[in-house]
């Protein structure tokens, strides 16, 4: 199939670009590069710089291009940074859909897969947390992600359009050839914080609380290799393709690691010392999130194959170790 990547200079975005193209399909990536590097997009994949507002010229690109799917994952995804300036999050993530969607719709394109997240979820009532547990998002991030998937559940009931949202857990390391990995500005993820202090860049790493009701007094949370995210991407495209309904799916591992766990696993990988801080709790992190996948399995045959936190850790490393800078960047 053709597909349109939007956001595929970022970090997911650019793993399933690969994970398309291993599969055969062809790929052109959308990408206002706010966010996304040029150099995490292959230089025999079309870029096109522009943004996703832009309805008139999406609309074009899709019509020329026969674009069959569209595959979004162009959005703000900082918890922090949502709650501080929410606007930029209602206008890249959810006026930026719409138009995406208007362009989607006057375009006829009839499949969607939506990059979504647990944080849709909240605080959580129970764990692992299933597909139909209440929508209680406690940061305008989140929101903004259950705004869209409304939106698409409306899209999909007027006129059609078939999509599939998947919400992720924490995704986490890198492709295994050291390629392409994670990198924000600023970084506020766990795994790269700690794997800079490895590097020598930061002084310590902090745990957020010490004190949550958790065996060793960490949050702990559903790492998922960036690899299996990819494939799931994959696996739903080709579940809609061949008839299947509009759907949302968790995905994660079903399996949690506490941050004491991958600071632990991170000197093990790297074989490096580092300072680690106990610092005070973060606001609005929940104790615990594990996701219940057993939907995404039964529907799709989805299974994560490369999210032990050893082999998570080992490609993270690969990449920090050989990109100290990350992309550098190629803008
Ligand atoms: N943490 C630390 N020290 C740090 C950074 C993080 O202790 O320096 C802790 C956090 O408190 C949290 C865990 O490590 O308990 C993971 O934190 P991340 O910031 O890596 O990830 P989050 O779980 O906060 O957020 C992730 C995604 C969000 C998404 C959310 C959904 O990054 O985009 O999962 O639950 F919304």
Redesign the pocket.
């Known amino acids: 199939m053709k597909i349109l990547v939007t956001g595929g200079a970022g970090y997911i975005g650019s793993h399933t670009v690969r994970a398309l193209r291993e599969k055969g399909h062809t790929v052109i990536v959308l990408d206002n590069l706010s966010r996304g590097h040029r150099g995490a997009v292959p230089g025999d994949v079309r870029l096109i710089t522009e943004d996703i507002h832009h309805v008139d010229a999406v609309r074009q690109l899709l019509i020329e291009e026969h674009i069959e799917a569209v595959m979004h994952f162009a959005a703000h995804?900082q918890?922090g940074e949502s709650m501080e300036n929410p606007t930029i999050y209602y206008d890249n993530n959810v006026v930026g859909t719409y138009y995406l969607l208007e362009a989607i719709r006057q375009a006829h394109v009839p499949y969607v897969v939506f990059s979504s997240?647990?944080?849709v979820y909240g605080e959580p009532e129970q764990t692992p947390i299933t597909e139909d547990m209440p929508y209680a998002p406690t940061n305008v991030?989140?929101q903004t992600k259950l705004m869209i998937e409304h939106m698409l559940a409306q899209f999909s009931r007027a006129y059609g359009l078939r999509y599939v949202a998947l919400r992720y857990?924490?995704a986490a390391g890198a492709a295994a050839d050291g390629t392409i990995g994670e990198d924000h500005t600023p970084e506020?993820?766990?795994?790269p914080?700690i794997l800079q202090t490895a590097l020598g860049q930061r002084k310590s790493?902090?745990?957020?609380?010490t004190d949550y009701p958790t065996p060793d007094g960490?949050?702990i949370?559903d790492y998922i290799h960036v690899t299996d995210l990819a494939a799931a991407h994959v696996r739903v495209l080709e579940y809609l393709a061949g008839g299947g309904e509009s759907q949302y799916f968790n995905l994660g591992t079903q399996q949690g690691m506490s941050?004491r766990q991958m600071i632990d696993a991170a000197k093990k990988v790297t074989g490096r010392e580092f300072a680690v801080e106990e610092a005070p709790r973060?606001a609005g992190?929940p104790a615990i999130?594990i996701a219940s996948s057993a939907k995404i399995q039964a529907v799709t045959g989805w299974k994560p194959t490369h999210s032990s936190v050893e082999t998570i850790m080992a490609d993270a490393w690969r990449w920090h170790h050989t990109h100290e800078h990350g992309y550098g960047d190629t803008k």
């Open positions: 995804s918890v997240t647990a944080a991030y989140g857990f924490n506020t993820h766990l795994i914080l790493i902090k745990i957020f609380g960490t949050c949370r941050v973060r992190d999130l």
